[in-house]
Every structure is written in C-alpha cells, then in structure tokens.
C-alpha cells in the first residue's frame, strides 16, 4: 500500500466549508469515509492550517476527448487535471468519436476514469444520434447505465419539435436534458462576439439573440412539458434575466456559467489569438458583470469549466480555422475566487460542488457536507494564494489555457477521492 | 529590429505621409524608360498567396522588381497546404530558405499578425479577410493626392465609400487611412451590407452624398458587389442594389465635376458602375492601378532598405525634384 492510498488521513486545522456553514474542524477519515476519530495513529496528516477544506468539486462539463481525440487529452490526462483542479467528479461531454449515445461508450468512458482512479469520471449521452439533431437516442437505457445529463453539446438542438419530444420523453426517466443554447441559422461561420470588436476585425459575429432565442424557446418548452432542463454555459445579459425570470416562476431549470465568461471579453481577439476563441464565444464587459450577478443571486447555479483542449496546432492557426475552446480545470478555482470577490467564499464553493453535484445526480456521493458517515470526497486549498498559470506546467495533455498572465486567487493543494489523496501538496499522486 | 506593415491603424499617419512622400520618388523611377534602380539588390520578396489575387500578386511583384529585389511566389493550389500542412510550418519552411519580406493574402482575418509572429523577415498584409488591405489604402490615398495635388493633407475633404462594407477589408483600410489623412468619411450601404457595430456617418441614400448642385461629395468610392451575396438575403437582387447603390447614368449626370470616382477593382460593369467609365471624367480607376506599383516599391523600400533617404539609394533625376515642386 502507496501512502497515498493509506486507510487513516487526519486533515488537521483547516476551515471547513459544507453547504450547512463554516468552521474550524479537523476531518478524520478512515476507509473512504469520515469518521468521528481515528483508530489510532493517522497514517497521514495534513496540515491545513489557514486552508479551506471543502466538499470536493463537481464539474458539470469537461471534454475529456476520449475516445476520438486523444492526442489533445485522455480520460486519464483530463482526470489528473480535475483532481488538481480540486474536483472528484466530472461529466464527461459526449461529443466524442464515436458519439456517447449508446450505452458501450458510455461504459468505457466510466470504465476509463475508473482506471485511472483520479477523479469519478460521469458520461453523459447526447440527446440525438452522433448529435445529429435527427433521432432521439436510448434514453431509458443510458439512464440504465447511470447516465444522469443528455446534451449535443457544442450544438443545440435546432429542430423545436424534436427538442420537444426529448423534454417529453424524458420525464419521468429521472434525467436532465442539457442546451448547448445556439440558433446556429443565426451563427454560421461566426468567429466571435457580434459586437464592435468584431465589426473592426472583419470577422463573422455570433450575436447574442441567437443563445436567448434557444433559452426562451428551452423555457417555454419546460413550462409546456414540466421536464428538467439544464442551460450550459450561459454567456449573455438577457440569457440570465430569462432564467432568473423562468426561476421565479418555479420552473425545473438549473443553469451553469463557465470561468472564462465571468473573467475575459471579446476584445481579447484583437490579439489575433485563437487561444481566446471559444463557443459560446467571449462576450462584452456588460455580459461579464451580468453572468457574475447571476452567479451571485443563485440565477446560475454552478461554475462550470467546459473545459476543451485541443492540441497546439490546431489553436495556432488564424481565428476563423481554429477550433473553439479552451483548457479549465486546473484554473478554475483561482479565476472564479478572483473574479466573484465580493461572494461569500462559500457561495462560490457552492457553485463549485454541492450545487452541480445536484445536477448531475451525484448528489449522494459528491458535494455532502463534511461530517463523520459521509464518502470523504475533499478539496484542500488555500484560497488567498496568489498565483499564475504556467501552461507547460499543466497536466492537461494541451497547453490552450487563456488564463497566462491573469492573476488568479485560490490554488488547490489536496484532494481526496474516496479516502485516498488524489493531489498532495499541489501534485497529483498518480 | 524588422518592421512590418500589417494596418493602417499601426502605421499611424506620420507613417502613411512617410510612404506617400517615398512614393513620389518611386513613381518618378516608373516614369523612367528603364524603371528600374538598384536599391533592394540582394533582398528576397516572397508572396504568399493563400487567396486568389492576381492582381495584388502582380502589382508587388513588379514593385519588387523595380527595386531590383529577387522573388518568389508560393501559389496555395500547388502547395501542401492541401496535405495538411500548417500556415506555420509553410511560413517557417519558405523563411529557411532566406527570405527578407513575406507578402501575404489570406482569407483570414488576422494571419499576416501570425505570420509576423513566427518569422524575423519583414511582413506586408496584401488583404486578410475582411479585415484589413493598408498597401490598397496607401495607393487609394496616393492617388487622390495626386490627382487633387493635395500634398499636405486632405482636411475638409468629403469621401462616401459605397456598399458592401460589411465584407470589405478596402473598407475598413481606406476609411481609417482617409481620417488619418483628415478627410471625413461617410459610409453608404443597406444596413445587411453594414458590420454589426458602425462608428462612423453612415446612410442608405446614395442620392444625398452625391447631391443635385455639385455640392456632393469629393470622392465616391465605389465597392465590388459579389454576386455570393445574393445568396445570402443581403440585398434582395442586383437590380434593386443598382438602382439603390450603383452609379447609374442619373446619377453619374448629378456628380459634381471636380467628384473623383474610385474603386479598388475588379469593377462589377453593370452592378456597382452602370456607366461606361470613359463618360466619368472624374473616374481615376486605371491611376489607381499604376499608383499601386510606385505606392508598394515605397513600403517595400521602407520596409527593407537600411538608408532611411532614398536618394542615397534612387539617383533623383531632375526630373523628379521638378515633379516634386509642380504637382500635377
């Protein structure tokens, strides 16, 4: 047995934060679980004083590229990113090659986070056939398989009709459909934020209308059909006052907001770079400030990191032949701390692991509170930790991080996964 | 240190007075029964044309050529850019082989910046996307100095650039370098043929710019309207763009007589120019294409020569100092 797969951990002296408070508490875990105390002497003992301990996080979207593209990341590599980013759990994105929309791609990618023993790596299945937007797939049994999300991710849906018969379908089936929200009539060829920027560099704008067309017609859809929906990555002003609206009528809508919406805008773009072109693309100051108000009065429930690598090649070509994407596991902490500083650091913990755990249906296993009889699924980290990212030092298998030269506040030094060490002192164990 | 020119906007206007004045010392070798001067001897000019232009392709060349430079042309249909070959591996592969300044074309908005970024030679944006064409501003800008002996500046001058916007990298270049010539620019188009976001004087009414008393505009430029764009519910045929955007025979009538007529070429006859040109005394379309050579040897030579005074490198002939004190 490796130390860092030893029975009994002592976590000593840090603040622990759960979804019932904050406060000083040493955490003892013994055989995967937290423990009133050790039998004994603790096998390891971490020191975290002055250190957050927190529920471990839960990312609602992460492409982890296997199968199909796995020279820009593996389930393996992408699962050493999560745990150094602090979460025990992901959903995998299913827009892989081959699809996930049936149910043996959906056990080898969980077969393959299982492997690597990293992170709880949760498929989720795409809601139509190879995302073709033609033909509903096997729900019932994917959600056999455990598959809790469907989405097309990096499309929506476009045909209403059938949007309207998977939000039908699926009641009952215990599952949530997830919109990638993008009218894409409204969008072809579209490089970046229809905006002024756009408008001096010469190049195809993605307005914001056609995200809140997709959301409006989403939200009627759930009032219509009482189903659950979940809106990824949500990226424009109105996208959020719709939401909030649909909210406050009661309506079954969760919502999510990535770290790079509530921290870059468009003019990035004028570095020519296509390190900042992502899908939902970087939008305006005023869409920045108004997903962070989202965020903050529970209109978003979780940060999401749609986390995307691709290889340095393919993100060294001109705007408009690159693909969209960017890394953000390893980074998400420290933006999302440095960007929302007027939030209760518990709420954006919330948003980091209790609230997507939710979502994603893991709710029993990941984002409890921390307290003895609960599976120790544990972040540790050290949230006034003034740091940079340093792309050749991350553990994503791509270095397209846009987040160089950003200041970022909240760096992850432990986590655990099931009672054993993950990450140790900012290092993955495995 | 290597100097590039990517836009307008970078060069400022301290630097396009810089070419023009460079330009007129080009244009005097041009005139010349041999045009042609040892100044960039030994000096290598790639054009790297990742987008049909024979003209533009053509124009460089011949500048280069005037200025005694060596050249080479990497044309994308015989290229290995179909195999799979990356923008920057073809650019890093053609700059081993020694080459002093890349021309470049692309469809892209923002590449000649890339490319600039990977290689120590010089780098002349000949157009990326619909972004930006500085070398097709500067000509456009020399040729209105010199057809209105403007040599100082064009304050109080009214341009209106007409039609597709939207899609236009001469847009976008002319109109920045027009204000920085301090000109003031209107923009006439349909609102679908406009970007998203505009700064500047915009209408939709050609009529209005070009006036009934000769009280119109100083310059008309004229944009090529791309039949793609009908396909794209943009306008809603050519006919309707013509009779609402192009210089018909009425409207050619209304201009002001001292009215120059640009336009970057190649002229869509019957769409945007519904006249015959040779009725337009004020149409300057052909000086455009010849001031595009002297204009490129002036950012070539700027770009490449170690002597900051073309004289130590151009002998200037009388001929030159006397066009210089009488313009025409």
């Given at each position: 047995m490796t130390t860092s797969e030893s029975n009994n951990i002592l976590i000593a002296g840090g603040t622990v934060v759960d979804s019932s408070g904050t406060r000083q508490a040493d955490v003892h875990i013994s055989n995967g679980v937290i423990v009133d105390a050790l039998d004994g002497d603790p096998d390891i003992t971490i020191d975290a004083a002055g250190l957050t301990v927190s529920p471990g996080f839960v990312d609602l979207h992460s492409h982890l590229r296997e199968p199909g593209k796995e020279e820009a990341e593996t389930i393996e590599t992408g699962s050493r990113a999560a745990a150094l980013g602090g979460y025990t759990a992901v959903v995998a994105m299913p827009n892989t090659d081959p699809t996930q929309d049936c149910v043996s791609v959906v056990d080898f990618v969980r077969r393959q986070g299982q492997i690597a023993g990293l992170c709880d790596v949760h498929p989720s299945a795409s809601i139509t056939v190879?995302?073709?937007?033609?033909?509903?797939?096997?729900?019932?049994?994917?959600?056999?398989?455990?598959?809790?999300?469907?989405?097309?991710?990096?499309?929506?849906?476009?045909?209403?009709?059938?949007?309207?018969?998977?939000?039908?379908?699926?009641?009952?089936?215990?599952?949530?459909?997830?919109?990638?929200?993008?009218?894409?009539?409204?969008?072809?060829?579209?490089?970046?934020?229809?905006?002024?920027?756009?408008?001096?560099?010469?190049?195809?704008?993605?307005?914001?209308?056609?995200?809140?067309?997709?959301?409006?017609?989403?939200?009627?859809?759930?009032?219509?059909?009482?189903?659950?929906?979940?809106?990824?990555?949500?990226?424009?002003q109105k996208s959020v006052a719709l939401v909030r609206a649909a909210k406050a009528d009661g309506l079954p809508i969760t919502a999510e907001a990535t770290p790079h919406h509530i921290s870059l805008t468009d003019e990035l773009l004028a570095s020519y770079s296509a390190l900042y072109k992502v899908n939902p693309p970087l939008r305006t100051m005023d869409d920045v400030t108004s997903v962070r108000d989202g965020l903050r009065d529970g209109t978003i429930d979780a940060i999401a990191t749609d986390h995307a690598p691709h290889v340095s090649e393919t993100k060294e070509q001109p705007l408009d032949l690159a693909p969209p994407g960017m890394l953000g596991l390893e980074t998400a902490l420290g933006v999302a701390i440095a960007h929302l500083g007027d939030m209760e650091l518990a709420d954006i913990v919330a948003c980091l692991s209790w609230k997507p755990a939710a979502i994603a249906g893991l709710g029993s296993v990941h984002g409890r509170d921390v307290v003895p009889g609960e599976p120790a699924n544990l972040t540790v980290f050290d949230a006034a930790e003034e740091w940079e990212v340093v792309p050749a030092h991350l553990a994503s298998k791509s270095r397209n991080t846009p987040f160089v030269g950003v200041p970022l506040i909240g760096k992850v030094k432990h986590t655990v996964l099931n009672g054993i060490l993950t990450v140790r002192d900012g290092s993955a164990t495995r | 240190m290597k100097r590039s020119l990517l836009s307008i906007s970078e060069l400022g206007s301290d630097g396009v007075q810089r070419i023009l004045d460079l330009a007129d010392t080009m244009a005097e070798v041009s005139r010349r029964p041999n045009p042609k001067v040892p100044a960039l001897r030994g000096k290598t000019v790639c054009s790297v044309f990742f987008e049909d232009s024979t003209r533009t392709r053509l124009s460089f060349e011949t500048a280069a050529k005037r200025l005694s430079a060596d050249t080479m042309t990497f044309a994308v249909s015989q290229s290995s850019l179909s195999k799979g070959e990356s923008l920057r591996d073809t650019i890093e592969?053609?700059?081993?082989?020694?080459?002093?300044?890349?021309?470049?074309?692309?469809?892209?908005?923002?590449?000649?910046?890339?490319?600039?970024?990977?290689?120590?030679?010089?780098?002349?944006?000949?157009?990326?996307?619909?972004?930006?064409?500085?070398?097709?501003?500067?000509?456009?800008?020399?040729?209105?100095?010199?057809?209105?002996?403007?040599?100082?500046?064009?304050?109080?001058?009214?341009?209106?650039?007409?039609?597709?916007?939207?899609?236009?990298?001469?847009?976008?270049?002319?109109?920045?370098?027009?204000?920085?010539?301090?000109?003031?620019?209107?923009?006439?188009?349909?609102?679908?043929?406009?970007?998203?976001?505009?700064?500047?004087?915009?209408?939709?009414?050609?009529?209005?710019?070009?006036?009934?008393?000769?009280?119109?505009v100083d310059i008309l430029y004229m944009l090529r309207m791309q039949n793609e764009r009908m396909t794209e519910a943009l306008v809603p045929n050519l006919r309707e763009y013509t009779n609402r955007f192009g210089l018909t025979p009425a409207r050619a009538a209304r201009l002001a007589p001292h009215t120059l007529v640009m336009h970057p070429g190649p002229v869509n006859r019957g769409v945007e120019i519904a006249v015959d040109l040779s009725e337009l005394p004020g149409a300057v379309i052909n000086q455009q294409v010849t001031n595009g050579i002297s204009v490129r040897m002036a950012v070539l030579y700027d770009l490449l020569s170690a002597n900051p005074d073309p004289t130590s490198d151009i002998e200037i002939t009388e001929a030159v100092a006397a066009a210089r004190t009488e313009q025409p």
């Open positions: 190879g995302r073709a937007g033609e033909q509903l797939t096997p729900f019932a049994e994917l959600a056999d398989a455990g598959v809790r999300l469907f989405t097309d991710d990096g499309n929506g849906v476009q045909d209403p009709l059938l949007m309207r018969r998977a939000f039908e379908y699926a009641k009952g089936l215990d599952v949530t459909m997830a919109q990638h929200c993008e009218v894409e009539r409204l969008t072809g060829g579209a490089v970046m934020h229809e905006g002024d920027c756009c408008s001096r560099l010469g190049l195809p704008g993605w307005p914001s209308l056609a995200e809140e067309l997709m959301v409006h017609r989403d939200i009627e859809l759930v009032r219509l059909t009482g189903a659950p929906a979940h809106f990824l990555h949500l990226s424009t | 592969t053609i700059a081993a082989m020694g080459v002093d300044a890349f021309v470049i074309r692309h469809s892209s908005t923002g590449a000649p910046w890339l490319v600039d970024g990977w290689t120590k030679a010089s780098v002349v944006n000949a157009g990326d996307g619909w972004h930006a064409h500085p070398t097709q501003a500067l000509l456009d800008m020399y040729t209105v100095r010199t057809a209105l002996n403007r040599p100082e500046g064009f304050d109080g001058l009214r341009v209106a650039i007409v039609g597709d916007i939207k899609h236009s990298r001469v847009a976008r270049s002319t109109t920045a370098a027009f204000k920085a010539m301090g000109a003031h620019v209107t923009w006439v188009a349909p609102t679908t043929l406009m970007p998203p976001v505009v700064d500047e004087a915009v209408t939709d009414r050609l009529d209005d710019v070009i006036g009934t008393d000769g009280e119109g």
